[in-house]
Nanobody, 113 residues
């Protein structure tokens, strides 16, 4: 099983970022994919999850309205888009599947002017 994430991103405050996570080695629609982030010196923070089978989503309240998850079953890829970025969004963003048994290696998103 592999979850391969897109590369490092640098964004200005107020802009948006979209990170991808491509799954392989298992049946993509069988597991939810969660998005989690870790800011420098902080613990893990859950952003929410998507069901790739039907595109159903659940967002953590803190991010509601500012984050969108999508899934492309043709490429077994899920995406997270975070808008209105601020410096506090600087973190490593991870995708996780298989009830958090499988993890991507993380994507560093830096928000700085």
């Amino acid at each position: 099983v592999q979850l391969v994430q897109s590369g490092t991103e640098l964004r200005n405050p107020g802009t948006s970022v979209k990170v991808s996570c491509k799954a392989s080695g298992y049946t993509f629609i069988n597991y939810y994919v969660d998005w989690v982030r870790q800011a420098p010196g902080q613990g893990l923070e859950w952003l929410g999850r998507i069901d790739p089978e039907d595109g159903g989503t659940k967002y953590a309240g803190k991010f509601q309205g500012r984050v969108t998850f999508t899934a492309d079953t043709s490429t077994s890829t899920v995406y997270v888009e975070l808008r209105s970025l601020r410096s506090e969004d600087t973190a490593v963003y991870y995708c996780a599947s298989g009830e958090w048994e499988y993890w991507g290696k993380g994507t560093l998103v830096t928000v700085s002017s």
